[in-house]
């Protein structure tokens, strides 16, 4: 065979060998990674003055497992009805254009990214969260607010108690007007805390907030103050009528002065005559108005008492029914 023809059936061999492989790759389709995010517990909030949830997924490398080390899945919104929609309000999925290997995700969170808080990092306010666990071909994720990234604390929200009591400490006798001021007391002589939560770190995104709100008008809504255990002052020591020394060393308040508050609030007159009194987690964070405005995760209520001074009364756990909770599933389809 001469030279021509030897060169002619080698390029004949590789145009065949071109088409094959042109006809193979156009069925072949390329892996594309998905995922379904389903939640619980979590309530609508103010994208102008809380912020916007946030979905992050964390990815596994030799280095430190710090914010740096979270990928953005996207940010979303809660309805009235509880439907997760985007920031638009159109439909939401997961956003995994920044994850190339969804087998590298160790973990998920869901923060609250504050009003004007763009950074590529997570923000302080980590809402849930979970490790990653493998289902069949599924990548899932359990979220709860006890993960370790988050609040571990909060498994034993379940098992606290809360008891209260009218009294006013600040006028130097208890029984004088206590019907102008609530403590988480468990006896007349603030011996003994009234409340079993567990201890919050200050290190913590969250801590606890207490209030009093009018039943015959929930606008009216009174700060009790913020605290971090059940055995020491709140921050709120606004309307007492005697210097901080007189006061309980304990979560609670005194309303003895006129027009204090103040503002559009009227002033406490008789918390015997129609209030309740309630425990909510808040996060540490908030700024502005959100601090007068008790967050959504409430922990325990109750009517105010209407008994004579020393009389104790429980307030109902209602935190199991209010903890966030969600799922994420990742696959390759």
């Given at each position: 065979m001469n030279k021509f023809r030897m060169n002619l059936l080698f390029l004949t061999i590789l145009a065949a060998a071109l088409v094959l492989?042109?006809?193979?790759?156009?069925?072949?389709?390329?892996?594309?990674?998905?995922?379904?995010?389903?939640?619980?517990?979590?309530?609508?909030?103010?994208?102008?003055?809380t912020g916007t949830y946030?979905?992050?997924?964390?990815?596994?490398?030799?280095?430190?497992?710090?914010?740096?080390?979270?990928?953005?899945?996207?940010?979303?919104?809660?309805?009235?009805?509880?439907?997760?929609?985007?920031?638009?309000?159109?439909?939401?999925?997961?956003?995994?254009?920044?994850?190339?290997?969804?087998?590298?995700?160790?973990?998920?969170?869901?923060?609250?990214?504050?009003?004007?808080?763009?950074?590529?990092?997570?923000?302080?306010?980590?809402?849930?969260?979970?490790?990653?666990?493998?289902?069949?071909?599924?990548?899932?994720?359990?979220?709860?607010?006890?993960?370790?990234?988050?609040?571990?604390?909060s498994s034993l929200f379940s098992s606290s108690t809360a008891q209260a009591l009218l009294a006013s400490p600040s006028t130097g006798i208890a029984s004088s007007d206590y019907r102008k001021g609530i403590w988480f007391a468990a006896d007349t002589n603030a011996g003994a805390p009234g409340l079993t939560l567990p201890v919050l770190a200050d290190t913590t995104e969250w801590t606890y907030q207490a209030w009093v709100m009018s039943d015959s008008?929930?606008?009216?809504?009174?700060?009790?103050?913020?605290?971090?255990?059940?055995?020491a002052q709140d921050n709120n020591q606004q309307c007492q009528q005697n210097p901080p020394q007189m006061m309980w060393l304990l979560p609670g308040h005194d309303w003895m002065l006129p027009n204090c508050p103040g503002g559009s609030l009227p002033d406490i007159s008789d918390l015997t005559s129609g209030y309740t009194v309630f425990i909510t987690l808040e996060p540490r964070y908030e700024q502005g108005t959100e601090l007068f405005a008790p967050f959504y995760i409430k922990l325990f209520t109750s009517p105010v008492s209407s008994g004579s001074f020393g009389t104790i009364f429980s307030l109902q756990n209602v935190s199991s029914s209010n903890l966030p909770s969600g799922e994420l599933r990742l696959k390759a389809n």
């Open positions: 492989c042109s006809c193979g790759d156009s069925s072949v389709t390329e892996l594309q990674n998905s995922g379904s995010l389903s939640l619980s517990g979590l309530k609508p909030i103010d994208k102008n003055t946030e979905l992050w997924g964390s990815i596994e490398s030799g280095a430190d497992h710090d914010e740096n080390a979270f990928r953005s899945m996207g940010r979303f919104a809660i309805t009235p009805s509880g439907e997760i929609t985007d920031t638009s309000g159109g439909s939401f999925s997961p956003n995994l254009g920044k994850i190339s290997n969804i087998n590298n995700v160790a973990d998920v969170i869901v923060t609250i990214q504050p009003p004007g808080y763009f950074d590529t990092i997570p923000s302080n306010i980590k809402v849930i969260g979970g490790p990653k666990q493998i289902q069949g071909g599924e990548l899932v994720f359990a979220l709860s607010m006890s993960y370790a990234d988050v609040l571990p604390p008008n929930p606008a009216y809504i009174y700060n009790i103050g913020r605290f971090d255990r059940p055995n």
